[in-house]
């Protein structure tokens, strides 16, 4: 889907990305955690706004 919209190098943001905005901007505009378990580590992705300079 986010490749369908040109969005595709935020595929990964994308899946925690909830706001249409964030989506249709390419932008993260409000926090995200996901968390699981493996059977051997703890994991949380975050996704937060920020930029790159």
């Known amino acids: ?3 369908e919209l040109g ?3 935020f595929k990964y ?4 990305d909830k706001l249409k905005a964030e989506r ?3 932008i993260t505009i409000d926090i995200a955690l996901w968390k699981f378990e493996t ?3 703890y994991v ?3 996704d937060a706004p920020g930029h790159r300079d």
Do not use: D, N, Q
């Open 1 to 3: 889907e986010a490749a």
């Open 7 to 9: 969005k595709g190098s």
């Open 13 to 16: 943001a994308w899946v925690l």
């Open 24 to 26: 249709e901007r390419g």
């Open 39 to 41: 059977p051997k580590y």
């Open 44 to 46: 949380t992705v975050i």
